[in-house]
């Protein structure tokens, strides 16, 4: 079974407290239960998991080489901040698609530009969570396409 990480960034930890107005009421639990569920329909085993710490998030992203076939991603702040994060992800070499919460190109100008964006297949803003499941579905399809062995 092909196994897909998602991965999330600083203060996704605090989903369904922090800003509801902007990042919903569900929580980083019901966040994982939505991807696990969709992942089953899809055949997907998922490897889920958030870190407050850059390094962090580089060190699993490196682990995905050999071990996971693609890799679902929001950075949260470190998008706008993180050549790390960029280059781990180029050093993988594995289909990557990008997820935000928010709509960031209709926040503040600083939350615009992505340097994931640069190395993603594709990238899901402003959809809620539901983006990881959408996230998760291309992910299927691109892995379908590649022919990667289960
Ligand atoms: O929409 C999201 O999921 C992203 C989540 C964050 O925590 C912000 O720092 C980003 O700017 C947006």
């Not at 966040?31 to 969709?38: D, G, R, V």
């Not at 997907?44 to 693609?70: K, P, T």
Request: aromatic share 4%.
């Amino acid at each position: 079974m092909k196994l897909v990480a998602v991965l999330n960034g600083p203060n996704l930890n605090m989903l369904g407290t922090r800003e509801p107005e902007k990042y919903g009421a569900a929580t980083l639990d019901d966040l994982e239960s939505l991807c696990a569920e969709t992942a089953e329909e899809l055949g997907l085993a998922i490897d889920f998991r958030q870190s407050n710490i850059e390094g962090e998030l580089v060190s699993w992203i490196q682990e995905c080489r050999g071990r996971a076939a693609g890799i679902v991603i929001n950075p949260a702040a470190y998008s706008h901040t993180s050549v790390a994060i960029l280059d781990a992800l180029s050093a993988v070499d594995l289909p990557v698609i990008e997820v935000h919460i928010t709509n960031i190109h209709r926040r503040e100008e600083f939350r615009h530009h992505s340097y994931v964006s640069r190395i993603a297949t594709g990238v899901i803003a402003g959809l809620g969570i539901g983006g990881y499941a959408l996230a998760l579905r291309a992910m299927a399809g691109i892995l379908a396409e590649a022919g990667d062995e289960d």
